[in-house]
């Protein structure tokens, strides 16, 4: 018959469950900082080719000069 009084050690399951958490966490935060640091390289490269998209646009742009008269004709069209 089992002793009901007697306690059972448990303390290596949770030294491993704790190393296992430690080990899973240090994972996510690595693979997060390495995610974010591409994901930031990228927005930076995006940017660039934004502003230099931005900048040929301008050198081509005119400015439409029209009067109220000139609207009824632009609508129709």
Same mark, same amino acid.
């Given at each position: 018959? %089992?002793?009901?009084? %007697?306690?059972?050690?448990?303390?290596? %399951?949770?030294?491993?469950?704790?190393?296992?958490?430690? /080990?899973?966490?240090?994972?996510?935060?690595?693979?997060?900082?390495?995610?974010?640091?591409? /994901?930031?390289?990228?927005?930076?490269?995006?940017?660039?080719?934004?502003?230099?998209?931005? %900048?040929?646009?301008?050198?081509?742009?005119?400015?439409?000069?029209?009067?109220?008269?000139?609207?009824?004709?632009?609508?129709?069209?």
């Amino acid at each position: 018959m %089992k002793n009901p009084f %007697k306690k059972h050690d448990n303390s290596n %399951k949770l030294v491993a469950g704790l190393t296992l958490g430690a /080990i899973f966490a240090g994972a996510i935060v690595y693979l997060y900082t390495k995610r974010k640091a591409d /994901i930031d390289a990228a927005a930076a490269e995006l940017k660039e080719h934004a502003q230099d998209y931005l %900048k040929e646009k301008g050198k081509q742009a005119k400015k439409i000069k029209s009067t109220v008269s000139d609207l009824a004709d632009i609508v129709q069209n």
